[in-house]
């Protein structure tokens, strides 16, 4: 029991240490102005922000039709909250993870940047 307190109490410790040590640091050597592509992507974030949900959603459908044509079959009537059954190895599951991620990027930060474009539009996002 008293190692799971200093557990705790170091972890508490290192963590806020860890944080501090990452704020000086971006601080002291990353406090540039950005590019001209940076700050088109800053402009875009809350764009971003907005959107990245409907995308990702999108890109996992998308996976699951992939998974489907490919054989392997996914139980939606057996899904819970965090996982859907389906028969795939773990490395089929981290290979679904990478693709959700890059098209979701790339989708995300694509189409932010379009409605950054639309005039009126870019004044609210």
Not at 54 to 80: E, K, P, R, Y
Request: net charge positive; with cysteine.
């Amino acid at each position: 029991m008293s190692g799971i307190i200093i557990y705790v109490l170091v972890a508490g410790v290192a963590v806020i240490a860890i944080s501090y040590a990452m704020v000086g640091l971006c601080q002291r050597y990353c406090n540039k102005p950005p590019s001209k592509f940076g700050a088109a992507l800053n402009s875009a974030a809350y764009a971003a922000y907005i959107i990245h949900p409907l995308v990702m959603v999108a890109a996992t459908f998308f996976w699951q039709q992939i998974l489907t044509v490919v054989g392997v079959h996914v139980d939606l009537a057996n899904a819970s909250t965090y996982e859907v059954p389906a028969d795939m190895s773990p490395a089929l599951r981290w290979v679904g993870f990478l693709f959700v991620l890059t098209v979701t990027q790339v989708l995300v930060w694509l189409l932010a940047l379009g409605l950054k474009r639309i005039p009126g539009l870019d004044k609210i996002i």
